[in-house]
């Protein structure tokens, strides 16, 4: 069964520097999602993308997240200047449509940490 | 506002018991999707199941089986003949009709014993 994958599977990074995780979805899927999971607490919506742009956005993603697409496979969230709170799993997900019913594809998800 | 309650935090059980994990959803909307996600230890979501807010008939597949009460807001989940593989974190999640963005649960941590 195609799945999402995510690099890498965990990052370490100092407080203050800008990290980059990357996606590659489901090939023929066309939105993109991310969403983060701080230890031990549920899973939050951060953004999701279609068309090259931001379709919806949580209150948590905020002027130092931002999300690219740079070329037809990959799909990127960089956080600019890393705070200590940053520090969650990243989980990346892709659907081949819009809409509630559609189920989203995860993948294994990036554990960020920020020291 | 939409909110998912689990109110169980961690549940422990002998292999082979039976047992049931409980969600509450919260919702104005009159349509909307329920969904269950299996975490196992290795981090990723695994999609379960999905069910549409308009179809409130039960289904089971294989040892897994689902119980939706919309009059309750619930969306119950059952392992019949729970085995060790059956552990991982557990999370419930509504969806908008026509929306993109998840609303999880806290998610219930299963612990099946041998």
């Known amino acids: 069964e195609p799945e999402v994958t995510q690099t890498p599977s965990h990052q370490v990074t100092q407080m203050g520097q800008e990290v980059i995780l990357r996606c590659v979805p489901i090939?023929?899927?066309?939105?993109f999602y991310w969403y983060r999971q701080i230890l031990g607490q549920k899973v939050e919506f951060l953004v999701s993308?279609?068309?090259?742009?931001?379709?919806?956005k949580s209150e948590i993603f905020d002027d130092q997240f931002s999300v690219e697409r740079p070329d037809g496979s990959n799909f990127t969230l960089k956080i600019r200047s890393t705070k200590l709170e940053d520090s969650a799993m990243y989980f990346c997900?892709?659907?081949?449509?819009?809409?509630?019913?559609?189920?989203?594809?995860f993948g294994s998800g990036t554990q960020l940490s920020v020291l | 506002a939409q909110k998912v309650t689990q109110a169980q935090t961690e549940i422990s059980v002998v292999e082979k018991e039976d047992v049931t994990l409980d969600c509450v959803y919260e919702?104005?909307?009159?349509?909307?999707?329920l969904f269950w996600y299996k975490q196992p230890p290795s981090g990723e979501l695994v999609f379960l199941i999905r069910?549409?807010?308009?179809?409130?008939q039960n289904e089971i597949s294989g040892r897994y089986s689902w119980n939706f009460q919309k009059s309750t807001s619930s969306f119950n989940f059952t392992i019949t003949a729970s085995q060790v593989v059956d552990s991982a974190v557990y999370f419930c999640?509504?969806?908008?009709?026509?929306?993109?963005?998840?609303?999880f649960g806290p998610g219930t941590r299963l612990s099946v014993l041998p």
């Open positions: 993308f279609y068309n090259n742009e931001i379709s919806e």
């Open positions: 919702t104005r909307d009159t349509t909307y999707y």
């Open positions: 090939s023929n899927h066309l939105y």
């Open positions: 999640a509504l969806r908008k009709f026509y929306g993109q963005n998840f609303v």
């Open positions: 997900a892709s659907s081949d449509s819009r809409g509630g019913s559609e189920k989203l594809f």
């Open positions: 069910r549409n807010s308009f179809d409130e």
